[in-house]
């Protein structure tokens, strides 16, 4: 009895079974009309694997009473796990598809962050509840004491937001749990499905984009993401998008264009990536394409600053029709702390930077780079 020992490494392989290994051993018991393709009529790599059997068992005789036997082995391939459920409604009134989407709920509510300059009005505030608490407790009307307290809070908040410095309203702009684009999206849309890929092989998760309906009109919204928690900030880059972030964005703009769909796009980036992978890629490149190609579209484009716009990153999206700024958002050339890094060689003097540069929408609105201010 002689044994046969075949190896297909890649006899014809298909999807999925990138990892399939085979050996086929033969003990020489072959029929008189035996033919290797009788073996295989079910299974996917019968073509190829009879033309390997046929090598292997060529030289030697198919007598009578032969018997002829395969061992397959089969590594499975990586089974896709698919965002999107096994029954789609596919009559959707209104909300956003969430299984296309990365953005949920927050398990636990954010924790309150209080900036440095704020710390004057949380002592007051503390005060009113230290008064309302012993109130309760004692029985006694100290509405007189409340009240005053209160009145100094609210004048006390009114002159701090009134008089905001430009370093405080960079502060304001960063803060930890400013709303994100995709809040705002979710808040003005009626119904929204989250679009991915820049059809290059990647899904830049700092930069999202996708079409929104408002009024019963469909739009194209492009914006830069920051995470709600450290865990999502990671996840996004702290909103920093890579070059396929921008070519992602230039796709759907494309697309829009292609279809008619206005675009609105939200800026809230500390800059474009800057890596040596980034540049490797041509982050300069992609951010050039996006502005030559935006000035260049014909439907209409509104761009709204939501947070902090740093540089050609956020004008790689911000090449607009009209373009409005958050009272207490930001854009500027470089940022406070780098600018006073290369001025004045040291990062203390952030706040005279921040005054120099302009940075505020208030700045932007009178030098009419920004069309309007949204409270």
């Not at 009626?190 to 990647?202: I, P, Q």
Request: aromatic fraction near 8%.
């Amino acid at each position: 009895m002689t044994t046969i020992s075949l190896v297909a490494g890649n006899c014809g392989r298909g999807r999925g079974y990138e990892d399939g290994r085979f050996e086929f051993r033969s003990n020489l018991y072959l029929g008189k009309d035996f033919l290797a393709s009788d073996l295989f009529n079910n299974n996917p790599f019968r073509r190829r694997a009879n033309e390997c059997l046929s090598k292997a068992l060529k030289g030697f005789e198919n007598g009578n009473g032969r018997r002829f036997r395969v061992i397959a082995r089969v590594k499975k391939g990586k089974k896709h796990d698919y965002p999107w459920p096994d029954n789609i409604d596919l009559d959707i009134k209104d909300g956003h598809l969430t299984y296309l989407s990365h953005f949920k709920p927050l398990a636990e509510k954010p924790k309150p962050v209080t900036l440095p300059f704020e710390k004057p009005l949380v002592d007051l505030e503390k005060k009113i509840i230290e008064v309302c608490r012993m109130a309760d407790e004692t029985g006694l009307d100290f509405t007189d004491q409340i009240g005053a307290l209160e009145n100094k809070y609210q004048q006390a908040l009114k002159d701090l937001y009134t008089h905001l410095t430009p370093i405080q309203r960079l502060a304001i702009a960063r803060h930890p749990n400013r709303p994100t684009a995709l809040d705002h999206i979710l808040n003005i849309t009626e119904k929204w499905v989250e679009l991915h890929g820049d059809r290059a092989g990647y899904d830049d998760p700092a930069m999202v984009t996708g079409i929104g309906t408002m009024d019963g009109k469909s739009y194209m919204f492009i914006g830069q993401q920051k995470g709600r928690n450290t865990k999502e900030n990671i996840f996004r880059n702290f909103a920093m998008p890579t070059p396929h972030g921008y070519r992602k964005a230039l796709r759907m703009m494309k697309y829009a264009d292609h279809h008619g769909l206005p675009i609105i796009t939200f800026v809230d980036t500390p800059g474009a990536y800057a890596d040596l992978k980034s540049e490797e890629l041509g982050q300069g490149e992609a951010i050039a394409h996006n502005l030559r190609t935006m000035f260049g579209l014909k439907v209409p484009i509104v761009t709204v600053v939501v947070g902090e716009g740093g540089s050609g990153g956020a004008l790689a999206i911000a090449c607009p029709n009209k373009l409005f700024m958050l009272e207490n958002s930001v854009l500027y050339v470089a940022s406070p702390e780098a600018c006073a890094a290369i001025l004045w060689k040291s990062s203390q003097a952030a706040p005279k930077a921040a005054e120099k540069l302009r940075i505020t929408a208030q700045e932007h609105y009178k030098r009419k780079i920004a069309d309007g201010i949204i409270p």
